[in-house]
């Protein structure tokens, strides 16, 4: 196995997201059709969630894969938590619920860039990291949705105690809320997939590669390219509305999930590529699925900040740094 940092940047994936940033960054027309860049999102969740299906089907659910997937849970439930209690006191507490969603959640994009970075490093994992990733999705809305009623719960009884009334706004509904975080497209195509993979098997595997496989790095890269060119957009109109301890949070957050993951995955005695995508799917943060369904839930926050947060910062981050450094660290602990 090798690790190196440029070895990571010259990957053509990884170059054609740097370029899309350069791209964005000079102000150029570059573009990818709303339409066709739809395709590609669809296109990735379809492949990994056909391919995490299949290699579930060939390997079953071992006690290794159940305390991969215990460790996932923990961590959707645990990093909504920490996060709120250290954003809350810095920022507005439904900015706080709602990056808190954001983070607990998880990056579908890098996700898949770690497992490429794997498979190219000849470092096998499991498919029921598919079915962990699918899993940390909704805790972390539920997550948030419960501590932004939280704060609604206590600013209407501030308000009610001043004013000596005591009615108060009806609250969300939190089923509302669970259905659109369960029949989210995104979410539901990836479910569908995993599905489909699973109950096909080898022989669907066999059918679908020449479309699941032989093309999968194309679009990965244009995917990708595209992208770039959203981080540079994002990061050029938000660049007033975010404080440094906002973006301190989305670069240092990062490390904090992927060690905490890390302990997890130690403690339960994950194999490499367990734990090293473990590490990913903590440190990464949702900038689709999560906050479609936080600007509903939770319309309080403003989006230019948990948005930017996940996309502008955390993503690149991630992509360019984090998954060879999280790699590194594997390497160093588990010899």
Do not use: C
């Not at 997939?193 to 109950?199: A, E, H, K, Q, R």
């Not at 660049?239 to 904090?256: N, Q």
């Not at 999930?257 to 490499?272: D, I, R």
């Amino acid at each position: 196995m090798e690790f190196s940092l440029l070895k990571n940047l010259i990957d053509p994936v990884i170059l054609f997201f740097v370029f899309g940033v350069f791209a964005g960054a000079i102000r150029s027309n570059l573009e990818i059709p709303p339409a066709i860049a739809k395709f590609f999102s669809l296109y990735l969740l379809i492949a990994i969630g056909l391919k995490g299906g299949a290699a579930l089907a060939a390997t079953g659910l071992s006690q290794t894969a159940w305390l991969a997937l215990l460790g996932a849970l923990i961590m959707a439930a645990l990093v909504p938590a920490y996060s709120f209690l250290i954003l809350r006191s810095r920022i507005n507490p439904y900015d706080a619920a709602a990056v808190a969603a954001t983070y607990g959640s998880v990056s579908a994009v890098t996700f898949i860039t770690a497992q490429q970075f794997l498979s190219r490093n000849d470092l096998d994992f499991g498919g029921h990291m598919t079915v962990a990733m699918v899993l940390m999705e909704s805790p972390a809305i539920i997550m948030a949705v419960l501590l932004a009623s939280l704060v609604r719960s206590q600013e209407a009884k501030r308000t009610s105690l001043a004013a000596g009334a005591t009615h108060t706004e009806p609250g969300l509904s939190l089923k509302k809320v669970l259905h659109e975080a369960f029949t989210d497209g995104a979410h539901l195509l990836l479910i569908g997939s995993l599905v489909i993979g699973f109950v096909t098997g080898a022989e669907g595997k066999k059918i679908m590669e020449p479309f699941v496989v032989d093309i999968f790095k194309g679009i990965l890269a244009f995917f990708l390219l595209e992208m770039g060119l959203l981080v540079a957009r994002q990061l050029r109109e938000s660049r007033k509305g975010i404080s440094l301890f906002v973006m301190g949070f989305a670069l240092v957050m990062p490390l904090v999930n992927a060690a905490v993951a890390m302990g997890f995955a130690w403690l339960f005695g994950l194999p490499k590529g367990d734990a090293m995508l473990l590490m990913v799917l903590a440190a990464s943060a949702s900038y689709i699925v999560v906050p479609a369904i936080v600007r509903y839930a939770i319309p309080e926050a403003r989006p230019g900040i948990y948005f930017t947060m996940a996309l502008g910062f955390t993503f690149p981050f991630n992509i360019v740094v984090g998954i060879p450094l999280y790699f590194a660290t594997i390497g160093l602990i588990w010899g």
